[in-house]
């Protein structure tokens, strides 16, 4: 516990910051001091010694501060500040980066050559290379901003440029439309001139004096147009007078008064005609009662002789009714009477039978005759109450006669009164009324083409102002349409300046591309050197330490990637088997053993091949997920590095430090032994 | 001549009319002619997106209830109800009529007294408009759209808002 954090400290105290804690916030890096230690201060000292000479290096800081006090005392002179700066590049003549690159294997190195996921891999293999300076650069082109703005900038120029050509388009269509409305009044295209118009303006007002001197009407005093503008004016004041020049010239009171006698007069002919029509109707019933029932004479003498035979009907049937009461008296007598003599004759008499002969006579002769008298009685009323009828609807009939008459009279006179002359049968009627209507006639025709003739003026008057108003339409959308780009300087001039910032701006794109390319170019260029030197020594480490059963060789390769306009390198690391041809991603294949050694072999290469070699080597826990195997192997390499460098190993693995003792490689042991509030503290063994 | 505050008047309207359907145009043109006329210092004591009239405005001793006519096409048709609807409040009956797409856009200001109902041309129209408030307001109207057209095509509620700070 704390390994790395000790390591940290010695990158801290050499450089004053550390390449892989980026997560660190503020500029104060304040995580690097102990919390807990009196007076809040992180002081770091180095002993570095080539054998002949030794530099005490050590770097002081104080909570909450963003400075730091470095200082390097050499054999002969302490160096502070940017001066112990410049004599730390003079003694190691790396950086930071370069330092981490070959001096300090990192765990996050490690780490980042074994992830999956290909971005972080690939900044992690361009880290080992040296190349994410490139990277940062390439990064930093703002390409796809530019290319965003130039975005923003046309849409901006497109909304302008629209704002315009709606309005061109729309003056256009309403061009087209008034156009179109001349080329209907029969005027060519080319000709819709001012001159034309005025042209057609005098002829206009011509036409107004004549029609004026022809039909004794007021002169009107109408100034000619003199521009576009005037127009307008002058049509509406010319409609005016039309309107004026119709209403007193053409008045309808004439024709109405014509049309009005006409239907008048077809009038009375219709009625009088119904009215005859009518009476022969009525006249054809009188005939007919006439011919079935007689004359109106005849009738009521028919009614007389029928009224005098239902009085002798009754009489007759009073008389029955004595002869009737007489026989009844007599049956009643019989009836009391018994064994007597006849009244009359004085014989005695059978009663009970002479009453029975005497009901049985005198009731069936008396019924007889009540009956035949009813009957006869009763058909002379039905005959007299039809008679009546008829006397009835004929009195109707000639009544009616006599009201059709009077209106026939009525008609006659009415027709006298209109036609001022005396009417007094058909005949005079029909010949009166159809000479009339002659007359009437021949004035409506002659109003008729007088009208005519005065609407065809007008109506030319009309069309002519119609084509002088269409032509100052056209005149003055044609003017609009000139001015459009003038209203819309504002814009105009906009949308300039947006196309001259839309043009350098994808100048500027153009050449960041070329920039961004080029780095791109050199990007995979170095690292491809990278790999072609170091892939033989990576190959026989990676055999050394994997050891796979399966894969033998292990190869990088790098590749320019096109990252949204940006171009980066992308790395692929595989794994192959040369026996059988066969070869793998060691990242989706390889275990955590396998993949940290893969990633050990990268790591021990690099730091012999790259330029900047120093004489010792960090590892941080290198022993990570190995097994056995793997730590014998990571062992002899070792060892063998050891024979070059001096080998600075944080590690808690006590079976990888026997195995370097077993190896016969000089260690010498610090070991952490307590912790108290002013940190670890570490001891040698 | 083409008046340059109209031609502008019609670069904003247009970009409404593409922008809104034709419904949403004829409201959002209501409000923003409400607000041109608050602009010129009229008080809007009535507002209503349904129903007659669409607005009643008042400053001073004058005040004119408004019938808002605002068609994408180049007729108005005036209804007998749209005439009966600002009569008889009080106030001076007026139909306002928008004459987009004609590029001179702007709103004509008629007496109620002058249209009887039926379909006119927006150019027919001209002739009743009271030429004083149409220039008044026109001119106003052009200002506020270029203040709330953007606001007009995003929310249009808000116009209602403003008309009733």
């Given at each position: 516990m704390g390994k790395t954090s000790t390591l940290t400290a010695i990158e801290w105290c050499l450089f004053g910051d550390i390449a892989y804690l980026v997560h660190l916030e503020g500029r104060t890096r304040d995580e690097l001091v102990n919390q807990f230690a009196a007076g809040g201060m992180a002081n770091v000292v180095l002993h570095l010694s080539d054998g002949s000479t030794t530099y005490e290096i050590s770097r002081r800081k104080k909570i909450g501060s963003i400075r730091t006090d470095f200082k390097i005392v050499g054999p002969d002179k302490e160096y502070q500040g940017d001066e112990a700066d410049q004599k730390l590049f003079q003694i190691f003549k790396v950086t930071i980066d370069d330092f981490i690159r070959a001096t300090y294997l990192h765990q996050e190195s490690i780490k980042g050559l074994l992830v999956e996921e290909t971005a972080s891999r690939d900044e992690a293999l361009d880290r080992l290379f040296g190349l994410e300076r490139i990277r940062n650069v390439v990064e930093s082109v703002p390409i796809r901003k530019i290319k965003e703005n130039v975005g923003d900038l046309e849409q901006k120029k497109a909304s302008l440029s629209r704002k315009i050509e709606g309005?061109?388009?729309?003056?256009?269509?309403?061009?087209?439309?008034?156009?179109?409305?001349?080329?209907?009044?029969?005027?060519?295209?080319?000709?819709?001139?001012?001159?034309?118009?005025?042209?057609?303006?005098?002829?206009?007002?011509?036409?107004?004096?004549?029609?004026?001197?022809?039909?004794?009407?007021?002169?009107?005093?109408?100034?000619?147009?003199?521009?576009?503008?005037?127009?307008?004016?002058?049509?509406?004041?010319?409609?005016?007078?039309?309107?004026?020049?119709?209403?007193?010239?053409?008045?309808?009171?004439?024709?109405?008064?014509?049309?009005?006698?006409?239907?008048?007069?077809?009038?009375?002919?219709?009625?009088?005609?119904?009215?005859?029509?009518?009476?022969?109707?009525?006249?054809?019933?009188?005939?007919?009662?006439?011919?079935?029932?007689?004359?109106?004479?005849?009738?009521?003498?028919?009614?007389?002789?029928?009224?005098?035979?239902i009085q002798s009907c009754e009489i007759q049937r009073n008389q029955i009714d004595v002869s009737s009461r007489l026989v009844e008296d007599a049956i009643a007598l019989l009836q009391t009477a018994s064994g007597e003599n006849c009244p009359v004759c004085g014989h005695p008499i059978d009663p009970r039978r002479i009453l029975r002969e005497l009901e049985e006579k005198a009731r069936r002769r008396i019924r007889q005759e009540i009956i035949t008298l009813d009957n006869e009685r009763l058909d002379l009323q039905r005959r007299k109450r039809e008679l009546d009828d008829v006397m009835t609807i004929a009195s109707r009939l000639f009544d009616r006669r006599k009201a059709i008459t009077e209106v026939g009279r009525n008609i006659l006179e009415e027709a006298s009164k209109m036609l001022g002359q005396p009417i007094s049968s058909d005949q005079d009627l029909s010949d009166a009324v159809r000479e009339r209507l002659s007359e009437i006639e021949v004035q409506i025709n002659e109003f008729n083409l007088a009208y005519a003739k005065r609407a065809a003026a007008f109506d030319n008057i009309r069309l002519d102002l119609e084509k002088v108003g269409v032509i100052g339409e056209v005149l003055k959308k044609e003017?609009?349409?000139?001015?459009?780009?003038?209203?819309?300087?504002?814009?105009?001039?906009?949308?300039?300046?947006?196309?001259?910032?839309?043009?350098?701006?994808?100048?500027?794109?153009?050449?960041?591309?070329?920039?961004?390319?080029?780095?791109?170019?050199?990007?995979?260029?170095?690292?491809?050197?990278?790999?072609?030197?170091?892939?033989?020594?990576?190959?026989?480490?990676?055999?050394?330490?994997?050891?796979?059963?399966?894969?033998?060789?292990?190869?990088?390769?790098?590749?320019?990637?096109?990252?949204?306009?940006?171009?980066?390198?992308?790395?692929?690391?595989?794994?192959?088997?040369?026996?059988?041809?066969?070869?793998?991603?060691?990242?989706?294949?390889?275990?955590?053993?396998?993949?940290?050694?893969?990633?050990?072999?990268?790591?021990?290469?690099?730091?012999?091949?790259?330029?900047?070699?120093?004489?010792?080597?960090?590892?941080?826990?290198?022993?990570?997920?190995?097994?056995?195997?793997?730590?014998?192997?990571?062992?002899?390499?070792?060892?063998?590095?050891?024979?070059?460098?001096?080998?600075?190993?944080?590690?808690?693995?006590?079976?990888?430090?026997?195995?370097?003792?077993?190896?016969?490689?000089?260690?010498?042991?610090?070991?952490?032994?307590?912790?108290?509030?002013?940190?670890?503290?570490?001891?040698?063994? | 001549m083409l008046e340059h505050a109209y031609l502008r008047a019609w670069a904003e309207v247009n970009d409404l009319a593409k922008a809104l359907d034709s419904s949403e145009f004829g409201r959002v043109c209501q409000c923003l002619l409400a607000l041109g006329f608050k602009e010129i210092g009229y008080r809007v004591s009535h507002f209503q997106y349904v129903g007659r009239p669409d607005f009643i405005i008042e400053r001073s001793n004058e005040g004119y209830s408004v019938e808002v006519k605002a068609p994408l096409g180049n007729k108005v048709i005036i209804k007998p109800e749209d005439l009966l609807g600002i009569e008889g409040l009080g106030h001076n009956p007026?139909?306002?009529?928008?004459?987009?797409?004609?590029?001179?856009?702007?709103?004509?200001?008629?007496?109620?007294?002058?249209?009887?109902?039926?379909?006119?041309?927006?150019?027919?129209?001209?002739?009743?408009?009271?030429?004083?408030?149409?220039?008044?307001?026109?001119?106003?109207?052009?200002?506020?759209?270029?203040?709330?057209?953007?606001?007009?095509?995003?929310?249009?509620?808000?116009?209602?808002?403003?008309?009733?700070?």
């Amino acid at each position: 516990m704390g390994k790395t954090s000790t390591l940290t400290a010695i990158e801290w105290c050499l450089f004053g910051d550390i390449a892989y804690l980026v997560h660190l916030e503020g500029r104060t890096r304040d995580e690097l001091v102990n919390q807990f230690a009196a007076g809040g201060m992180a002081n770091v000292v180095l002993h570095l010694s080539d054998g002949s000479t030794t530099y005490e290096i050590s770097r002081r800081k104080k909570i909450g501060s963003i400075r730091t006090d470095f200082k390097i005392v050499g054999p002969d002179k302490e160096y502070q500040g940017d001066e112990a700066d410049q004599k730390l590049f003079q003694i190691f003549k790396v950086t930071i980066d370069d330092f981490i690159r070959a001096t300090y294997l990192h765990q996050e190195s490690i780490k980042g050559l074994l992830v999956e996921e290909t971005a972080s891999r690939d900044e992690a293999l361009d880290r080992l290379f040296g190349l994410e300076r490139i990277r940062n650069v390439v990064e930093s082109v703002p390409i796809r901003k530019i290319k965003e703005n130039v975005g923003d900038l046309e849409q901006k120029k497109a909304s302008l440029s629209r704002k315009i050509e709606g309005a061109v388009e729309q003056c256009q269509l309403d061009l087209n439309r008034l156009q179109a409305k001349a080329g209907d009044l029969g005027i060519p295209q080319g000709e819709v001139t001012i001159d034309l118009a005025f042209k057609i303006s005098e002829s206009i007002v011509r036409s107004l004096e004549s029609l004026a001197s022809e039909y004794s009407l007021q002169p009107a005093t109408i100034a000619l147009p003199s521009d576009i503008l005037q127009i307008d004016s002058f049509e509406r004041k010319l409609k005016q007078v039309l309107r004026d020049y119709e209403t007193s010239m053409i008045g309808t009171g004439k024709i109405t008064e014509l049309n009005s006698s006409k239907a008048q007069l077809e009038g009375v002919i219709r009625r009088y005609q119904e009215n005859l029509k009518e009476s022969a109707s009525n006249d054809t019933r009188i005939n007919e009662l006439v011919a079935k029932y007689g004359s109106s004479e005849e009738i009521t003498s028919q009614l007389d002789e029928l009224d005098k035979r239902i009085q002798s009907c009754e009489i007759q049937r009073n008389q029955i009714d004595v002869s009737s009461r007489l026989v009844e008296d007599a049956i009643a007598l019989l009836q009391t009477a018994s064994g007597e003599n006849c009244p009359v004759c004085g014989h005695p008499i059978d009663p009970r039978r002479i009453l029975r002969e005497l009901e049985e006579k005198a009731r069936r002769r008396i019924r007889q005759e009540i009956i035949t008298l009813d009957n006869e009685r009763l058909d002379l009323q039905r005959r007299k109450r039809e008679l009546d009828d008829v006397m009835t609807i004929a009195s109707r009939l000639f009544d009616r006669r006599k009201a059709i008459t009077e209106v026939g009279r009525n008609i006659l006179e009415e027709a006298s009164k209109m036609l001022g002359q005396p009417i007094s049968s058909d005949q005079d009627l029909s010949d009166a009324v159809r000479e009339r209507l002659s007359e009437i006639e021949v004035q409506i025709n002659e109003f008729n083409l007088a009208y005519a003739k005065r609407a065809a003026a007008f109506d030319n008057i009309r069309l002519d102002l119609e084509k002088v108003g269409v032509i100052g339409e056209v005149l003055k959308k044609e003017d609009d349409f000139a001015q459009i780009s003038s209203h819309f300087k504002a814009e105009s001039d906009e949308i300039k300046q947006l196309a001259a910032a839309i043009a350098e701006l994808v100048a500027l794109e153009q050449q960041l591309s070329s920039i961004v390319r080029v780095a791109g170019q050199i990007q995979v260029g170095l690292a491809s050197d990278m790999i072609h030197v170091s892939q033989r020594d990576i190959e026989s480490n990676y055999k050394r330490m994997c050891n796979h059963q399966a894969y033998d060789g292990l190869k990088i390769e790098v590749r320019p990637r096109d990252v949204r306009g940006l171009v980066k390198n992308s790395y692929s690391i595989r794994a192959y088997s040369s026996k059988l041809g066969k070869e793998t991603f060691v990242s989706t294949r390889f275990s955590a053993g396998q993949m940290n050694s893969v990633a050990l072999s990268i790591c021990f290469s690099l730091t012999r091949v790259l330029p900047l070699r120093l004489g010792f080597l960090i590892l941080d826990d290198p022993s990570q997920s190995l097994d056995r195997e793997h730590k014998e192997a990571l062992t002899e390499i070792l060892k063998e590095v050891s024979g070059e460098k001096q080998l600075t190993i944080a590690t808690q693995d006590e079976e990888l430090l026997k195995l370097i003792q077993s190896a016969s490689v000089p260690v010498e042991i610090f070991e952490f032994t307590s912790w108290d509030t002013e940190g670890p503290r570490i001891e040698e063994r | 001549m083409l008046e340059h505050a109209y031609l502008r008047a019609w670069a904003e309207v247009n970009d409404l009319a593409k922008a809104l359907d034709s419904s949403e145009f004829g409201r959002v043109c209501q409000c923003l002619l409400a607000l041109g006329f608050k602009e010129i210092g009229y008080r809007v004591s009535h507002f209503q997106y349904v129903g007659r009239p669409d607005f009643i405005i008042e400053r001073s001793n004058e005040g004119y209830s408004v019938e808002v006519k605002a068609p994408l096409g180049n007729k108005v048709i005036i209804k007998p109800e749209d005439l009966l609807g600002i009569e008889g409040l009080g106030h001076n009956p007026i139909v306002a009529a928008l004459t987009y797409p004609e590029l001179a856009t702007r709103w004509l200001i008629i007496a109620a007294a002058r249209l009887t109902p039926r379909k006119y041309s927006k150019s027919e129209l001209t002739r009743f408009s009271n030429s004083i408030i149409e220039k008044e307001v026109s001119n106003a109207f052009g200002k506020v759209l270029v203040k709330f057209k953007e606001r007009a095509v995003t929310r249009t509620s808000i116009l209602r808002e403003l008309l009733e700070d």
